[in-house]
């Protein structure tokens, strides 16, 4: 599976940004599907996560309230809506896709494979 992330950009706080990630490959539907993010000079953290139907969904507290993920199994793509950006939410976005459990959905381990990120820049 390749992944391509785009959509993101300079965005002022409090406005929002759509993150797309375009797979190719098969068998997208039999991923759960994430998006990760690496602030500057930070690790990289968890975001969101969505299981292979859409039916299970997860946020990181950070975000809750203010991202949405869905995915678009017909398109073989995922995307995050992200509301209410602050600067705090500045860091390179990752798309990944990965064959494992879904109880392990937060964790970097749990994706086999990654996006090339895009940069969200917010500006106050």
């Known amino acids: 599976v390749q992944l391509q992330a785009s959509g993101g950009g300079l965005v002022l706080a409090g406005g929002s940004l759509k993150l797309s990630c375009a797979a190719s490959?098969?068998?997208?539907?039999?991923?759960?599907m994430g998006w990760f993010r690496q602030p500057p000079g930070k690790e990289r953290e968890f975001v969101a996560g969505?299981?292979?139907?859409?039916?299970?969904?997860n946020y990181a507290d950070s975000v809750k309230g203010r991202f949405t993920i869905s995915r678009d199994n017909a398109k073989n793509t995922v995307y995050v809506q992200m509301n209410s950006l602050g600067p705090e939410d500045t860091a390179v976005y990752y798309c990944?896709?990965?064959?494992?459990?879904?109880?392990?959905?937060?964790?970097?381990?749990?994706?086999?494979?990654w996006g090339q990120g895009t940069q969200l820049t917010v500006s106050s």
């Open positions: 490959g098969r068998s997208f539907s039999s991923y759960i």
């Open positions: 969505i299981s292979w139907t859409g039916s299970r969904i």
């Open positions: 990944a896709a990965g064959a494992s459990a879904w109880r392990s959905y937060y964790s970097t381990n749990s994706y086999e494979y």
